[in-house]
């Protein structure tokens, strides 16, 4: 099978599907300090790179959490 | 060291407040009540001599040998049979006993080969000796009449002889493989002289229901059950005593050995986890040890396709720090990394996170707990403050209900499980929670109140509907919960919503609601109520999230904190919970504490000199992308076999062929040495020294039964290794090693080599205000102050059974063999499961053509696998299962990707696939078609 999306998109969405019913910009922050807790700085590069390119296929919440992480 | 005898007391301990003072022989002795007059006698210093009597048994009062006479009672009663009462006076060798005991022992010697000087029992047979003991000296019946001595042996087990001729038929066997072990295979045929042990009806050891836990070869005073190696090597002279490798049960073991060599493990009384018991593997299958397979010299290569060359250990070691530096000096400090092993002891494991953390420069550290109990670090920790289970073994005793959840203990944690299944003999009730029929469901004298025969991956959606139950209908310890907890108003508003009913979690989970609303009743008004659980929790997408559903609805039950309750992981390996709580986990040091904390790192910086990174580093499975990626070149892994155990191997292979340097340290050139330019040779259990923990926090000492045949310890292998990249690291022994952790873990700060040879074992924390150690965790208050109750949603897995792939395939392991099978493989265990099977409803397997023993193929959109089929109602339909212990199976080249959301486990236990007959691969099949595509990823 050929790579379409980083790994860290699916793990990021997964972050995301269990994370978001927090109410309101408590579930982007959970996923935020999830990332920052448990991530080596690279997957979190990579999460950015993707976001930059399109963020394709990428929960929302994620996208609000990468703004916060950077 | 000489060969260790424990005490026998002839009958079990009676523990109680109230006491009963007896004199024995004129010598006073105070007991607790209900304690036998033979054990009162035997803590007064007073053997009296017994054959069908021992301490791990109830008394039996058969062989009639242990009379004694009492004032003012008549006759003379067996000691094993009559409790102490107040005042009593016992006289044990009067000449009415002795002669009673001769005449016993005559008639049993009549009826028995009378070849001592060649039997392998000579030195260690109760018989030899009661009959020196009473002072036999004829017998007179002689030895012509009707007897059993030319009764056929039975060799059919691998690891011991059944040789009737030499039964007294005193049912020690028989009682032991009921009481201890829980199984009744055995049992006493016949009736009067025709009265023989059999395995079954009619049937041999091997085709029996035996389980070959060495029970009943423990339990017997004479030769009839022996040891096959006792046989052929002889008696043992000396004793080690030292812990199992196998799971995380921990048994403690006496290793007997003749010279040098190991003749026997026998379980160790005074073991805290086991308490003298054992099963197939940590009793028997220890031949792995010393098998021919084992690589004892150190090799290199400098591709994977070249050969390996034998070379010397400074070579070996000089390579790895030359090679690994080289990839740091063109890829960047963190394009290098390790794999701690569980399998390893605490001290082996620190120094590889410390060779990491400090040589390496980064915290590119990981554990084979990823891919098995990393969700009971998370969810244990963000709930109760602390990631490990909260009782000790012992706790079972006193359950009322205990809840089995994702876990089959007969198989993978039998000793335990012993222990269990003891609880629900004495009338405790039974949940279990599995897609599988385990045997706990239904096994002799046990039966399970509720199997809760969920679909895979809808853990999550049962727990939360059990909790729903309890908060909608009222049985919430509402005490336990204000005193205790927070977050409670919000998890409770959310878990009553109708979305969380039973009656939809039905729809989900296939559960019906009311077996759900009667489960969560059950353990909600159990006085004590205990949660157990295993790798069926962990392995899903959701698996962080379950072990927070579960102790969410122990402490709404109020089931934390004393005994017989609690939320307990069974953990895999035997070191499992050491090699998380030495700092494995590349986000935290040593105790469980986050690489960001200032203060931590700062601890570990004056002690190890340097600046430790406050960043994270990579998991196993983000290694593995990282390699893909071409960020991470090289990874020394310590005693895992990544190549095997870790899921959608294709991925894992093409991580490791992408790697420039990868190191592996084991016993046997495993499936991932295949990938590996430098072998070092591994030490085995039996010569090491150390510790190691197991699931229930116990610290055991691992002691060294034989130098390491390969010249070093593993411990000094990684610190050679270290020091030629430049850190120096030296220890001059393992127990300096321990005393450096205890300088820099508040959890460990009393521990010491010193304070367990003391005191046997300890569970953590051990330190100044537990310096014996903690039983059962969160007593008066949770490790993080209060428990915290956590919102966990049901979130579907994303792997989906679909018209190509319509089966789930779940995973699990089978009581012979031990994980991937490194070491089970090459013991006489392969005698009971030469080969994983594939286990499939007969619906399923009728609709596909296939019968019993075909030889089918198992497909899922990552890859494809053969082996042979075993019709089975143990599934429900839609549902397959298989082992992961041959690597010819290969099992997990179909499971895939997903994981734990938290925490990267491997989701094991879901995965689409289907069934057919084997037949060569058409192209159509091997093309998933786009609805099978959920994620893709290489």
């Known amino acids: 099978m050929t790579a379409t999306v980083p790994p860290e998109s699916r793990m990021a969405n997964d972050i995301a599907a269990n994370l978001r019913h927090l109410p309101g910009e408590q579930a982007a922050e959970a996923i935020a300090g999830h990332i920052g807790r448990f991530w080596d700085p690279r997957m979190r590069n990579r999460l950015y790179v993707f976001v930059d390119a399109g963020a394709d296929g990428l929960d929302p919440l994620v996208v609000a959490a990468v703004k916060l992480l950077r | ?938």
């Open chain 2, 1 to 938: 060291m000489t060969l260790l005898k424990e005490p026998d007391f002839g009958t079990p301990e009676r523990p109680g407040p109230a006491t009963v003072s007896v004199e024995v022989d004129g010598l006073p002795v105070t007991v607790p009540e209900g304690t036998s007059v033979m054990r009162a006698a035997a803590q007064a210093g007073v053997d009296i001599p017994k054959l069908c009597a021992t301490d791990s048994l109830e008394p039996f009062g058969s062989c009639r040998l242990c009379v004694v006479e009492i004032d003012g009672r008549r006759g003379t009663p067996a000691s094993c049979t009559t409790p102490c009462a107040d005042g009593m006076k016992v006289s044990t060798q009067t000449p009415k006993v002795e002669k009673l005991r001769q005449g016993v022992m005559e008639l049993y010697i009549s009826d028995h080969p009378l070849d001592c000087l060649t039997c392998p029992a000579n030195g260690d047979c109760e018989l030899q000796d009661m009959a020196g003991v009473v002072g036999l000296r004829q017998v007179r019946y002689g030895y012509e009449g009707e007897n059993h001595l030319d009764a056929e042996k039975d060799t059919s087990n691998p690891y011991f002889d059944f040789d009737p001729s030499k039964c007294i038929a005193c049912s020690r066997c028989v009682r032991a493989c009921g009481e201890v072990q829980g199984t009744f295979a055995l049992t006493i045929e016949g009736r009067g002289f025709d009265s023989k042990v059999s395995a079954g009806a009619g049937e041999t050891f091997m085709d029996s229901e035996c389980v070959s836990c060495g029970a009943c070869v423990q339990a017997c005073p004479t030769s009839t059950l022996q040891e096959k190696s006792v046989v052929e090597l002889g008696m043992p002279t000396r004793s080690v005593v030292t812990t199992c490798a196998y799971c995380g049960v921990g048994c403690s073991f006496k290793a007997e050995l003749r010279g040098d060599e190991l003749v026997r493990m026998v379980p160790y009384k005074d073991g805290g986890a086991n308490e003298g018991h054992s099963c197939v593997k940590g009793r028997f299958a220890f031949g792995y040890a010393t098998h021919p397979d084992r690589v004892l010299k150190p090799m290199v290569r400098d591709t994977i396709t070249d050969p390996w060359r034998e070379v010397e250990w400074d070579e070996a070691i000089g390579t790895v720090a030359r090679r690994m530096r080289a990839i740091q000096d063109r890829h960047g400090s963190s394009a290098i990394g390790a794999i701690t092993s569980s399998r390893c002891t605490n001290e082996e494991v620190y120094v590889v996170q410390k060779m990491v953390r400090a040589a390496f420069g980064n915290n590119n550290v990981d554990t084979c707990a990823r891919v098995c109990h990393s969700p009971t670090g998370y969810g244990l920790k963000q709930t109760f403050g602390e990631s490990a289970g909260t009782q000790d073994f012992r706790s079972v005793a006193e359950a009322d209900v205990i809840m089995v959840i994702g876990a089959n203990p007969t198989d993978g944690h039998p000793v335990f499980a012993s222990r269990m299944k003891r609880r629900l003999r004495e009338g405790a009730k039974l949940i279990v929670v599995d897609p599988r029929r385990i045997d706990l469901v239904r096994s002799p004298h046990i039966e399970a109140q509720h199997h809760l025969q969920l679909r895979p991956s809808t853990n999550v959606a049962v727990v939360n509907a059990m909790a729903h139950v309890v908060v909608t209908e009222g049985l919430v310890d509402r005490s336990f919960v204000d005193q205790r907890c927070e977050g409670f108003d919000e998890w409770a508003e959310f878990i009553a919503r109708p979305e969380n009913s039973p009656e939809v979690a039905e729809s989900i989970t296939g559960v019906p609601a009311e077996e759900l609303r009667a489960a969560a009743r059950l353990y909600a008004e159990a006085p004590n109520g205990a949660i157990y659980y295993g790798l069926g929790v962990t392995e899903h997408s959701q698996g962080s999230t379950m072990v927070m559903g579960m102790a969410n609805l122990a402490m709404a039950c109020g089931n934390i904190g004393r005994d017989g309750v609690g939320v307990n992981p069974l953990r895999g390996q035997n070191n499992v919970q050491g090699s998380c709580d030495m700092g494995s986990f590349p986000h935290e040091l040593p105790g469980y504490r986050h690489v960001s904390d200032d203060a931590v790192r700062t601890v570990f910086e004056n002690l190890w000199g340097g600046t430790l990174l406050a960043e994270p580093g990579l998991r196993i499975p983000n290694m593995f992308d990282a390699a893909i990626d071409g960020t991470f070149r090289g990874l020394f892994v310590h005693g895992e076999d990544i190549a095997q155990s870790d899921p959608n191997l294709k991925h894992v292979t093409a991580a490791l062929e992408a790697m420039e340097l990868v190191v592996v340290q084991d016993l046997f050139l495993n499936e991932t040495a295949k990938f590996a330019h430098v072998f070092l040779p591994g030490a085995s259990f039996l010569e090491k020294d150390g510790t190691f923990t197991n699931a229930e926090r116990r610290i055991n000492r691992v002691r060294a039964v034989m130098k390491p045949k390969t010249g070093k310890h593993e411990w000094q292998i990684v610190s050679e290794i270290a020091t030629a990249m430049g850190y120096p690291m030296s220890y001059d022994h393992p127990s300096r090693i321990m005393d450096e952790i205890a300088s820099v873990t508040p959890t460990f700060t009393g521990v010491s080599f010193e304070v367990l040879d003391k005191l046997g074992s300890v569970q953590w924390p051990c330190n100044e205000s537990a310096p014996e150690g903690t039983p059962i965790m969160h007593v008066d208050e949770f490790v993080r102050g209060k428990g915290k109750f956590v919102v966990t949603a049901f979130v579907p897995t994303n792997e989906r059974s679909t018209r190509r792939f319509p089966l789930v395939l779940t995973t699990g392991r089978i009581l012979s063999q031990y994980n991937v099978g490194a070491q089970t493989r090459r013991t006489g265990n392969v005698a009971w499961h030469p080969e994983d099977i594939l286990e499939l409803h007969p619906h399923d397997a009728e609709v596909r053509g296939i019968t019993d023993g075909d030889l089918v193929t198992l497909a899922s959109r990552v890859g494809q696998t053969t082996l042979r089929a075993e019709i089975s109602d143990r599934m429900p339909t839609g549902v397959v299962y298989t082992t992961f212990h041959h690597p010819v199976t290969g099992a997990n080249v179909v499971t895939t990707e997903n994981s734990d959301w938290a925490t990267n486990c491997p989701e094991y236990k879901v995965t689409a696939v289907q069934v057919g007959l084997a037949r060569p691969l058409q192209q159509a099949d091997a093309e998933p078609t786009s609805d099978d595509l959920v994620t893709v990823v290489d």
